[in-house]
């Protein structure tokens, strides 16, 4: 699996993704049962609220070879300070528009 990692651009002096990388190289939480080996492609961030950005920056992700494009658990979930992105399901529609179906997409990752 190769993974292209979006995190919210608001949260980056809060978290610098240690959970998200470790939890890849752990194959738990989201990347429980993965039995192939995880790449990590990329990090980018939304580019800011309303997060148009990431539809672009994870166009770019699959173009280096991203295979799946994970949303960090600060988009989601809110993590660390329990404030999920308001526009989440408009962004992760127009990722997946932009990169296809064969793009597998991860909604959080811890
Ligand atoms: S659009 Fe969402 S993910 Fe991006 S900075 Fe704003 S709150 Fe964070």
Redesign the pocket.
């Known amino acids: 699996m190769k993974v292209g990692l979006i995190r919210?651009?608001?949260?980056e002096d809060m978290c610098p993704a240690t959970t998200c990388i470790k939890v890849m190289d752990k194959k738990v939480l989201a990347f429980k049962g993965i039995e192939e080996d995880i790449v990590l492609i990329g990090v980018n961030?939304?580019g800011?609220?309303?997060?148009k950005k990431a539809v672009s920056r994870a166009a770019e992700m699959v173009r280096r070879g991203a295979d799946t494009i994970a949303l960090a658990s600060?988009?989601t979930r809110g993590n660390p300070i329990g404030f999920p992105?308001?526009?989440?399901e408009q962004?992760k529609a127009a990722i997946e528009r932009e990169v296809g179906q064969e793009i597998r997409m991860i909604d959080y990752t811890h």
């Open positions: 919210c651009l608001q949260t961030t939304c800011g609220c309303p997060g600060c988009i992105c308001p526009h989440v962004m």
